[in-house]
């Protein structure tokens, strides 16, 4: 028996009836579940060739306060198929100025024999969680040195995820500086986060710390680049999650260019990395280096993940990681959120 809105009891029956999270009970189960682990599952198998994954659609469209847009990112896991959904993330920049989130969203999954719909989610917190994830899988494999001092760059949702994973998913961590152009928003996180051995403080320059960094997080939606190669320390790894944070001098001169999806990159000229894939200036994994290609993607992180691509960088090199943001992590976290929920009959029920 359930619950409905309005206080119906009836008994439940999956064609039927479709389960709703909302942002509450999503944040509450995401406490019980490893993210990194269900993330790195899904880098692995899509790596492998066991994943579905459609290119992005992108509408934008122009408002009073600058721009408006939705992105749709649906994907599909396992061989044969075991989980399948899609996520409908929109937003608006001047959404804070607003006292609301820059974005929200849905996640929708799927019935894998019938199509049906059986879990609708909130999705901004599904969103920043796995993006943090990613991160950290990329830290671990692929940062030069142990890392103990990390800035992150934006105090948003995703800034904030970073920042208390980086507390609890890397043992080495001892100091996070935050930074973000509300200066009140990065103390305010600083304030916030309280784990034992971990230091965050908040930074009104993070120019002053970079260059101290082990690891840099760019989270912000910034699309002027800003974040340069000399910003960077040697044996430094910079994971670029925003907009366009990093700066064409960073990702060509990177020591080692790594990122989640070749094809979903280099078909995104919205970014700077795409653009510079597109004008020839930085070619695929395994492509030689030329005057024209000035770089080249070494590596895609589900296939250091799952061993098909060894990538080793040395002590002083300078790493760049910019993940697209695949829709396969956002259903493996989701699958994982929607699990749970039916172990615990979290959620309320809609009917079709």
Not at 60 to 67: C, E, T
Not at 320 to 345: H, K, S
Request: with cysteine; hydrophobic share 50%.
């Amino acid at each position: 028996m359930i619950s409905l809105p309005g206080g119906t009891v009836i008994a439940y029956d999956d064609s039927s009836m479709i389960r709703y999270l909302d942002t509450k009970t999503v944040d509450d189960l995401l406490t019980d579940i490893d993210v990194v682990a269900a993330v790195e599952a899904a880098q692995r198998d899509h790596a492998l060739g066991r994943t579905v994954l459609p290119p992005e659609a992108y509408l934008r469209w122009d408002v009073d306060a600058g721009w408006a847009r939705s992105l749709t990112l649906p994907a599909a896991l396992g061989v044969p198929t075991r989980t399948a959904g899609i996520k409908v993330i929109n937003g608006n920049i001047a959404n804070p100025g607003r006292g609301i989130p820059r974005a929200s969203g849905l996640i929708l999954l799927f019935d894998v024999e019938t199509g049906q719909v059986t879990t609708v989610m909130a999705a901004a917190r599904v969103s920043a969680m796995r993006t943090a994830a990613v991160s950290i899988a990329a830290i671990r494999r692929l940062a030069p040195r142990p890392v103990t001092h990390a800035l992150v760059v934006g105090a948003g949702p995703i800034g904030e995820a970073h920042v208390r994973m980086l507390c609890t998913a890397v043992p080495a961590i001892r100091v996070i500086w935050s930074y973000d152009l509300d200066g009140e928003r990065a103390a305010a996180l600083a304030s916030a986060v309280t784990v034992e051995g971990v230091a965050v403080e908040a930074v009104p320059d993070w120019r002053r710390v970079a260059g101290r960094a082990d690891a840099v997080i760019a989270a912000t939606t910034s699309t002027d680049p800003y974040l340069s190669l000399t910003d960077i320390r040697d044996g430094a790894i910079v994971v670029n999650v925003g907009l366009d944070d990093c700066a064409s001098d960073l990702l060509l001169g990177a020591d080692l260019l790594v990122v989640d999806s070749w094809d979903l990159v280099a078909d995104d000229t919205n970014r700077l990395l795409g653009r510079l894939i597109m004008d020839g200036q930085v070619g695929p994994p395994g492509s030689a280096r030329t005057a024209s290609a000035q770089a080249r993607v070494d590596a895609e992180l589900g296939h250091v993940i799952a061993g098909a691509t060894a990538v080793a960088p040395a002590p002083d090199d300078r790493v760049v990681v910019n993940p697209f943001g695949m829709a396969v992590n956002d259903i493996a976290v989701a699958t994982a959120v929607q699990q749970l929920a039916v172990e615990r009959e979290a959620g309320i029920f809609l009917e079709r």
